[in-house]
């Protein structure tokens, strides 16, 4: 059985000379955690991205801690050997460090072993108040999908020189509170390599170009199982949705034509023997 990922160990990959890049996948269930666990990925992000892709939201505003918790849970169920991180959902971590820690201990309880907030300096207090408690905390930068209102849509980050320099700032303050990695979500490539040169811990990038220390994608993203939308970063490894709807056209059509439940998917009554039944003992 081999060994669990820990937070040290993931820490730790930005100063391994020659180490591959992190691999980080979305897992929202029992089964995605199984099928990502198996591929021997390193982190699964129980992301709020589970807002969209799973529950039908047109953001990632809609969940809560409770919705937060239920799916962290079925993950974590799993005992996966991938280090599992939660995402502390809008509103969560906004009022006070107090109420930070408590709803990120709901998700701990669920069983993650570290969480991740969006938002830079200004989280600072929060992140501080997590990494206290002994609760290990990932940043995320750039687009931060609970700003989208603030930000006015899911936009590239970072383009502009002042803008680039604060989100290099904003990093340098999350590592300075004790974030032990950072997601840095749809940045040019070149302010991307300037923070994972500038900071100690491993940034993971997605749509954030190839010098990030580790990668991340929605595992729906990455399947084809999502394709109502596809962002420039994403690379789809499968076609699940069509290759599903092609399946249960498939059943519709047998189980229309009558072809389906052949005999052999159909069960029998038993076939009484003995004196009573008229068949020998
Ligand atoms: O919720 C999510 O899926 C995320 C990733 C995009 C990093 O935060």
């Given at each position: 059985m081999?060994?669990?990922?820990?937070?040290?160990a993931?820490?730790?990959r930005k100063?391994?000379?020659?180490s591959?890049?992190?691999v980080m996948?979305?897992?929202y269930?029992?089964?995605?955690a199984?099928?990502?666990?198996?591929?021997?990925?390193d982190?699964?992000?129980?992301?709020?991205?589970?807002?969209m892709?799973?529950?039908?939201?047109?953001?990632?505003?809609a969940?809560?801690?409770?919705?937060?918790?239920?799916?962290?849970?079925?993950?974590?169920?799993?005992?996966?050997?991938?280090?599992?991180v939660?995402?502390?959902?809008?509103m969560?971590?906004?009022?006070?460090p107090e109420?930070?820690?408590?709803?990120a201990?709901?998700?701990?309880?669920?069983?993650?072993?570290a969480v991740?907030?969006?938002?830079?300096?200004?989280?600072?207090?929060?992140?501080?108040a997590?990494?206290?408690?002994?609760?290990?905390?990932?940043?995320?930068?750039?687009?931060?999908?609970?700003?989208v209102?603030?930000?006015?849509?899911?936009?590239v980050?970072?383009r502009?020189?002042a803008?680039?320099?604060?989100l290099?700032?904003?990093?340098a303050a999350?590592v300075?509170a004790?974030?032990?990695?950072?997601?840095?979500?749809?940045?040019?490539?070149a302010?991307?390599r300037?923070?994972?040169?500038?900071?100690?811990?491993?940034t993971i990038?997605?749509g954030?170009?190839p010098?990030?220390d580790?990668?991340v994608l929605?595992?729906h993203?990455?399947?084809?199982?999502?394709d109502?939308?596809r962002p420039?970063?994403?690379r789809?490894y499968?076609s699940?949705?069509a290759?599903?709807?092609a399946a249960?056209?498939?059943?519709a059509?047998?189980?229309?034509?009558?072809a389906?439940?052949?005999?052999?998917?159909?069960?029998?009554p038993?076939v009484?023997?003995?004196?009573a039944?008229?068949?020998p003992?």
């Amino acid at each position: 059985m081999p060994a669990r990922v820990t937070v040290p160990a993931v820490r730790d990959r930005k100063a391994a000379a020659g180490s591959p890049p992190l691999v980080m996948v979305t897992a929202y269930d029992a089964p995605t955690a199984r099928l990502a666990d198996a591929a021997d990925v390193d982190l699964l992000l129980v992301g709020d991205s589970v807002a969209m892709v799973v529950l039908g939201y047109d953001d990632t505003l809609a969940v809560t801690v409770d919705d937060m918790a239920h799916h962290t849970a079925a993950v974590a169920r799993t005992g996966p050997r991938a280090l599992v991180v939660a995402d502390l959902p809008w509103m969560s971590y906004h009022v006070s460090p107090e109420d930070t820690v408590r709803n990120a201990a709901r998700l701990v309880r669920a069983g993650a072993t570290a969480v991740k907030l969006e938002g830079g300096a200004k989280r600072v207090p929060m992140v501080r108040a997590l990494v206290d408690a002994e609760i290990p905390v990932m940043g995320h930068l750039g687009l931060t999908p609970q700003s989208v209102h603030a930000l006015g849509g899911f936009k590239v980050q970072g383009r502009q020189a002042a803008a680039a320099d604060a989100l290099v700032d904003d990093a340098a303050a999350l590592v300075e509170a004790g974030a032990f990695a950072l997601v840095l979500e749809a940045v040019p490539a070149a302010l991307a390599r300037r923070v994972t040169e500038a900071v100690p811990v491993p940034t993971i990038g997605i749509g954030a170009g190839p010098a990030c220390d580790g990668q991340v994608l929605v595992l729906h993203d990455l399947l084809g199982l999502e394709d109502r939308v596809r962002p420039r970063f994403v690379r789809r490894y499968a076609s699940l949705r069509a290759d599903g709807t092609a399946a249960v056209a498939a059943f519709a059509a047998d189980v229309r034509s009558g072809a389906f439940p052949a005999p052999e998917e159909t069960y029998e009554p038993e076939v009484r023997r003995g004196p009573a039944a008229g068949l020998p003992a």
